[in-house]
């Protein structure tokens, strides 16, 4: 190890969760560190317009808000950690995160490592990936200036892709598995209402078609799921929209999870199954898993931990 250190509270992703976290905990005068991770501001820096965050009635850039929340909680002294988590060990007091070469001892920790958008798992997915396919309309919108491009999904996130590539794209096709999308009533208005995107329905992606050597996607290949008929369908692009996975894999075998890898807390507060250790965000929330879900249960957590290393004054 290069660095060993101890602080009081360790912090584990720097989204909506983790930067409200870090600011009650710096309020408190815990001398929060955080942990940025691999995507620092979580999963609202790779969206638009943010039009449900109250506070903000014209509506703000996803990357702004976030900006404004690490500011907010570099103010009151959250120091910030560039680096990703290589391993934690919970099961040893002080808890011990190492980033890399550093080693980071703490008394209470705070995850809110977030969850990471799904993709198809086919291999020509991951092989035309930045060829034509990609899991973030926003980053890569642009490229498909006056384009054809396909999104994949029947949730807001598809609807709010497939909306936000008609600013580029002449036509957008969206593909869904299933007759019914899953989206909001205002989303689903906005994007059935859109002259430019056009639905394609019971229809999954069998494969990309494409050589990345040589200009990228072209095509995919589309299956209908009732008829089981397959069609060759020319486009420039793959927009993969099908939901999230929460980013567990650190804690497995550690924190208590649910069947799909969320982690568990006690109902009404933030707390894991192991005292000192404590939840919030999107990584324990796959039902609401928004930007003010993610800051009240980041704000929670912080109390939480308050109260926590209170406790642990009382008992030394
Ligand atoms: P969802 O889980 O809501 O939707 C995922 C969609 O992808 C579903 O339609 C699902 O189909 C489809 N899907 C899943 N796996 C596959 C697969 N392997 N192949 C093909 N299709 C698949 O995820 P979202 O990311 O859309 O939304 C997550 C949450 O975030 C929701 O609560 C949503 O309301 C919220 N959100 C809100 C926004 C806003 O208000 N502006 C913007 C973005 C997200 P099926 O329907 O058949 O299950």
């Given at each position: ?60 850039l996803g ?51 977030g969850a ?84 394609l329905w ?115």
């Open positions: 190890m290069d660095k060993k250190s101890h602080h009081r509270v360790l912090i584990l992703g720097s989204g909506a969760a983790g930067l409200t976290a870090a600011i009650y905990a710096a309020r408190a005068d815990l001398a929060p560190v955080m942990i940025e991770g691999s995507q620092p501001g979580g999963q609202l820096t790779i969206t638009t317009d943010v039009e449900n965050y109250p506070g903000f009635p014209k509506g703000i990357p702004e808000l976030m900006e404004e929340f690490k500011k907010q909680a570099e103010r009151f002294g959250t120091k910030m950690v560039f680096g990703d988590v290589t391993a934690v060990d919970l099961k040893k007091t002080p808890f011990e995160v190492t980033v890399g070469k550093d080693l980071y001892t703490c008394d209470a920790l705070i995850v809110a490592t990471t958008a799904k993709l198809l798992g086919i291999p020509s997915e991951k092989l035309l990936m930045g060829y034509g396919v990609s899991a973030c309309a926003t980053c890569d919108g642009f490229f498909f200036k006056d384009k054809e491009v396909v999104v994949v999904g029947g949730g807001d996130t598809a609807m709010e892709e497939a909306l936000f590539l008609t600013k580029f794209a002449t036509k957008v096709t969206v593909v869904h598995r299933r007759n019914e999308l899953r989206a909001s009533k205002i989303m689903q208005d906005r994007a059935e209402s859109n002259p430019k995107i056009a639905f019971d229809t999954v992606i069998d494969e990309i078609l494409g050589d990345p050597k040589n200009g990228g996607v072209v095509g995919v290949k589309l299956k209908n799921v009732k008829s089981g008929s397959v069609q060759d369908f020319k486009t420039d692009g793959v927009f993969v929209a099908i939901g999230h996975e929460p980013n567990t894999k650190l804690f497995k075998g550690q924190l208590d999870m649910d069947e799909f890898g969320y982690l568990v807390t006690k109902s009404g507060s933030t707390a894991t199954n192991i005292p000192g250790v404590f939840a919030c965000g999107d990584v324990q929330d796959r039902v609401y898993r928004q930007a003010i879900t993610a800051a009240g249960t980041g704000c929670m957590s912080a109390i939480d931990v308050e109260r926590y290393l209170e406790t642990l004054k009382h008992q030394h």
